[in-house]
Nanobody, 127 residues
Framework: QVQLVESGGDSVEAGGSLRLSCIVS????????MCWFRQAPGKEREGVAT???????SYADSVKGRFTIFKDNAKNTLHLQMNSLKPEDTAMYYC?????????????????????WGNGTQVTVSS
């Protein structure tokens, strides 16, 4: 059984930083795309950052240059380093993993193809 557990969400002031983590357990899939999505109240879910099995990364335009996605294969953990946070980054952040290999740019725009999701971690940025 594949399980994803996110952590690291918090309330911070604008300009601050946070690092989100997602521990993936029980996955037999070796070429998964791994992603961070977010959803703010009243808004649609959006892809934030993705990393594919070749370690290629893609980012939403709104976070480029501020967020970095990376993974620690030895610890089966996906991270999202978020710097220069803005109030508009406030959302529930979800980790998602696919069974199969997708390019990072495709995964960013196609959350419906992700097979496993965590329960989310809340990020709140105050001005």
């Amino acid at each position: 059984q594949v399980q994803l557990v996110e952590s690291g969400g918090d309330s911070v002031e604008a300009g601050g930083s946070l690092r989100l983590s997602c521990i993936v357990s029980g996955s037999p899939y070796t070429r998964s795309s791994m992603c961070w999505f977010r959803q703010a109240p009243g808004k649609e879910r959006e892809g934030v950052a993705t990393i594919d099995s070749n370690r290629q990364t893609s980012y939403a335009d709104s976070v480029k240059g501020r967020f970095t996605i990376f993974k620690d294969n030895a610890k089966n953990t996906l991270h999202l380093q978020m710097n220069s946070l803005k109030p508009e980054d406030t959302a529930m952040y979800y980790c998602a993993v696919s069974k199969w290999a997708y390019g990072s740019s495709y995964a960013l725009k196609n959350g419906q193809d992700m097979d496993f999701w965590g329960n989310g971690t809340q990020v709140t940025v105050s001005s």
